[in-house]
Nanobody, 123 residues
């Protein structure tokens, strides 16, 4: 049974940092494309960052480029999202996702999802 469990969310002040983790079980993460997505209240779920299964390419949404970094630790079967210089508009529920076939960083290309972790950026 494939499972993804996110952690690391919380309340942080503008300009602060958080690192989200996504632990995978039931499958080997390095065979899968991985992604982080987020959904703010009354908004559609949107892509934040993705990394291909080969780990050679990474995609970042324009709004997070230069501030967020996606990475994976295959030994721990875990994906991370390091978020720096956080802004109030980064407030959302963050979801990790994995898919063996995903070729684009879009929600429709990912079939395995975690339950989400809340990130709130506020003073």
């Amino acid at each position: 049974q494939l499972q993804l469990v996110e952690s690391g969310g919380g309340l942080v002040q503008p300009g602060g940092s958080l690192r989200l983790s996504c632990a995978a079980s039931g499958f080997t993460l390095d065979d899968y494309a991985i992604g982080w997505f987020r959904q703010a209240p009354v908004k559609e779920r949107e892509e934040v960052s993705c990394r291909s299964s080969s780990n050679r390419t990474a995609y970042y949404a324009e709004s997070v480029k230069g501030r967020f970094t996606i990475s994976r630790d295959n030994a721990k079967n875990t994906v991370y999202l390091q978020m720096n210089r956080l802004r109030p508009e980064d407030t959302a529920v963050y979801y990790c996702a994995a898919d063996a076939q995903a070729s684009r960083c879009q929600t429709s290309h990912f079939t395995n999802w975690g339950q989400g972790t809340q990130v709130t950026v506020s003073s």
